[in-house]
C-alpha cells in the first residue's frame, strides 16, 4: 500500500519560497499523477498542482505564477516550492496520489505538514 | 473556474438515521466528481470517484448518484465513525479541479 510523507519548514517568512517535499514508500512513482493540496487553518481545500512522473505541471490558475511542483532525482520523491508567501499562504499542506489515469480523484494523502507564514 | 457548493452546511443526524448530502456544480462536470470525508486532524479520505463508484475498502453504507451538476451522498445508517466533514469534488481536469466548501455531519 502507498504511503505518503510530507516534510519540509513548519515557518517561512513572508515574501519568501515555502518549500515542501513528499516521499512514496510502498509503491511506485511511475505511471501516476501527484498532486499537492492546502487547507487553510478551519477552512476547505484547495488544489495547488499535479504533476505526472514524466514532469508534465499543471497549476491551479489562482496560484499558478507562484508555484512550481517538479519529481526528485529519485523518482520517490516530488516537491513544491511556493514564492513571494503571505500570510494568506499558511495552510496545512497534503501531498496526494492521484487515483486515477487521467481521473483527478485523491486515493491516497499524506498526513499533511502545517506551514506557518509568519516574521 | 468551476464552482461547487454544497448543502447543508451542517447535518445534525442521529446514529443509525440516514443522511442525505447534496454537491452542485456551477456547470456540467459530466461523472468527474468525488466525495471525501475528513475527520479532526486528519487528511481526507476518499470514498466516492467517478460520482457513485466506492472506493476501495468504503463500506457499502455509502453510494453516491446523480451525474452533470447535481449529486448526492447517501450514507444509509451513521455510524459513530461517520461524524466528519464530507467534502465533494470536480475533476473535470481541462477545467481545473475545485473543492466545495463541505457539509459537517454532526451528531443530533
Known amino acids: 500500500q502507498v504511503q505518503l510523507q510530507e516534510s519540509g519548514p513548519g515557518l517561512v517568512k513572508p515574501s519568501e519560497t515555502l518549500s515542501l517535499t513528499c516521499t512514496v514508500s510502498?509503491?511506485?512513482?511511475?505511471?501516476?499523477?501527484w498532486t499537492w493540496i492546502r487547507q487553510p487553518p478551519g477552512e476547505g481545500l484547495e488544489w495547488i498542482g499535479y504533476?505526472?512522473?514524466?514532469?508534465?505541471?499543471n497549476y491551479n490558475p489562482s496560484l499558478k505564477s507562484r508555484v512550481t511542483i517538479s519529481m526528485g532525482t529519485s523518482k520517490n520523491q516530488f516537491s513544491l516550492k511556493l514564492n513571494s508567501v503571505t500570510t494568506a499562504d499558511t495552510a496545512v499542506y497534503y501531498c496526494?496520489?492521484?487515483?486515477?489515469?487521467?481521473?483527478?480523484?485523491?486515493?491516497?494523502w499524506g498526513q499533511g505538514t502545517p506551514v506557518t507564514v509568519s516574521s | 473556474e468551476i464552482v461547487m457548493t454544497q448543502s447543508p452546511a451542517t447535518l445534525s443526524v442521529s446514529p443509525g438515521e440516514r443522511a442525505t448530502l447534496s454537491c452542485r456544480a456551477s456547470q456540467s462536470v459530466n461523472s468527474n466528481l468525488a466525495w471525501y470525508h475528513q475527520k479532526p486532524g486528519q487528511a481526507p479520505r476518499l470514498l466516492i470517484y467517478g460520482a457513485s463508484t466506492r472506493a476501495t475498502g468504503v463500506p457499502a453504507r455509502f453510494s453516491g448518484s446523480g451525474s452533470g451538476t447535481e449529486f448526492t451522498l447517501t450514507i444509509s445508517s451513521l455510524q459513530s465513525e461517520d461524524f466528519a466533514v464530507y467534502y465533494c469534488q470536480q475533476y473535470n481536469a481541462w477545467l481545473g479541479i475545485t473543492f466545495g466548501p463541505g457539509t459537517k455531519v454532526d451528531i443530533k
Open positions: 496526494a496520489r492521484v487515483g486515477g489515469t487521467t481521473k483527478f480523484y485523491f486515493d491516497s
Open positions: 510502498g509503491g511506485s512513482s511511475s505511471n501516476y499523477y
Open positions: 504533476i505526472y512522473y514524466s514532469g508534465t505541471t
